[in-house]
């Protein structure tokens, strides 16, 4: 693999997630729409202004795990 490329294992590690399972995430404190940010390997709640972290794959929907955003 050359330099700048990644690997599927790389993405896991990151926080890729599974397309099929972004469909059916919602917010756990407004019920609304997330956003997917896969640099920062997160779901964004633009109504709650709150981030929670992928970690390995898996979306961590815990607002005792959210950052605040603006």
């Not at 633009?46 to 961590?60: D, E, Q, Y």
């Amino acid at each position: 693999m050359s330099k700048g490329e990644t690997s599927a294992s790389d993405d896991d590690q990151r926080g890729a997630i599974d397309p099929k399972m972004l469909e059916a995430l919602i917010c756990p404190i407004t019920h609304g729409a997330l956003d997917y940010d896969r640099a920062g390997a997160r779901l964004i709640s633009r109504k709650a202004k709150l981030a929670f972290p992928i970690r390995g794959g898996v979306p961590i929907m815990l607002e005792s795990e959210a950052e605040p955003i603006e």
